[in-house]
């Protein structure tokens, strides 16, 4: 277990505030800084989030990948809100299901005013997909800044991982440097994530409100 005193990002309260079920729908006033997690269905944002928090369950871990199709928000330390958005390009949902994202999280980000950042999960075992591309496109287009980070990594053997590692920088033309190694099982990680998204949120807001 890591040394709690170094824990850059120390939780003292959580509070689950609601779920945004589509674009101009319901979503708490922008009041307070918002750092939202985004990647493919079962990449594993969940399983992060409350490895961030020190929660075995707080977001819920699906075994039915692509189920959740809100946007959920979780108020942190009652200073902060991390948003779980719903995940990307589940292959068994119908095409229209599939592009049922981007308006969506589109809706998500003309209503906050408060958005610091994303952090965009991608499975290390896996080269980038079409989905992971056309997510990465749209980040790119809006200029948001983001944090990429590789999950699943304990499903690697140590030999692999480095090469795992430089091959997707290299696709997200990242640097190694920049990308986040983590593991939901192992902890691997955390630390340097929470360290980036304590960072993130302490930088004015991606843009004001239209
Ligand atoms: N070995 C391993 N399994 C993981 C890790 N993270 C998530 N999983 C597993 O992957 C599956 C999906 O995890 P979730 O956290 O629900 O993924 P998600 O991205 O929130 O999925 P959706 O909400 O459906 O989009 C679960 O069976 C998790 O236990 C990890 O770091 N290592
Ligand atoms: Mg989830």
């Known amino acids: 277990m890591a040394d709690r005193a170094a824990d850059p990002l120390v939780i003292r309260s959580l509070e689950f505030i609601g779920g945004m079920a589509s674009a101009g729908g319901w979503r708490p006033e922008p009041s307070f800084p918002e750092v939202a997690f985004a990647g493919r269905s079962n990449v594993g944002k969940s399983s992060l989030l409350n490895r961030l928090i020190h929660r ?13 199709r809100e946007i959920n928000f979780f ?50 075992r896996r080269d980038p997909t079409d989905d992971d591309r056309q997510m990465l496109d ?8 983001t944090i990429a980070v590789l999950t699943k990594t304990d499903k690697l053997a140590p030999r692999e991982r480095a090469d795992r590692i ?45």
């Open 166 to 210: 430089s091959k997707i920088s290299n696709a997200l033309g990242l640097d190694p440097e920049q990308v986040v190694a983590f593991s939901a099982v192992t902890g691997d990680g955390r630390e340097e994530l929470a360290e980036a998204i304590v960072e993130l949120l302490a930088q004015p807001a991606w843009r004001a409100a239209p």
């Open 56 to 68: 075995k369950k707080f977001a819920r871990v699906s075994n039915t990948p692509g189920r959740t």
């Open 75 to 124: 108020k942190v330390n009652d200073a902060f809100i991390f948003v779980d958005l719903p995940g990307y390009g589940y292959a068994r949902i119908s095409k229209e299901r599939r592009a049922e994202w981007r308006p969506l999280i589109e809706g998500y980000l003309r209503s906050s005013s408060q958005l610091r950042g994303i952090v965009h999960l991608l499975d290390a």
């Open 138 to 145: 749209f980040l790119g287009e809006l200029e948001i800044p």
